[in-house]
Nanobody
């Protein structure tokens, strides 16, 4: 059974930091491109960060570049998103996404974790 379980969200003050985790199970984790997306109220889901199958390549949205770092542990089947200097506009539900690196269209989503940045 495929599972992507996010954790680490919560309420944080502006300027603070959070580390999101996404634990994967039920598929060959090291074959999948892993990404974090977010969706704020009234807005479309957007890509935040992406890491390639073995972690050599990373991509970030301009809005989080320089403040965030995506990483993965292919032994523990987990992907992380470290976010620093958080801003109120980072408030959103953050989703973990797994996309099969074989390009066959297989894709999995987590349930999401809420991040709220507010004083």
């Amino acid at each position: 059974q495929v599972q992507l379980v996010e954790s680490g969200g919560g309420l944080v003050q502006p300027g603070g930091s959070l580390r999101l985790s996404c634990a994967a199970a039920g598929f060959t984790f090291s074959r999948y491109i892993m990404s974090w997306y977010r969706q704020a109220p009234g807005k479309e889901r957007e890509l935040v960060a992406r890491v390639s199958e073995v972690g050599y390549s990373r991509k970030y949205a301009d809005s989080v570049k320089g403040r965030s770092a995506i990483s993965r542990d292919n032994v523990k089947n987990t992907v992380f998103l470290q976010m620093n200097n958080l801003k109120p506009e980072d408030t959103a539900v953050y989703y973990c996404n797994a996309e099969d690196g074989l390009g066959n269209g297989n894709e999995h989503w987590g349930q999401g974790t809420q991040v709220t940045v507010s004083s």
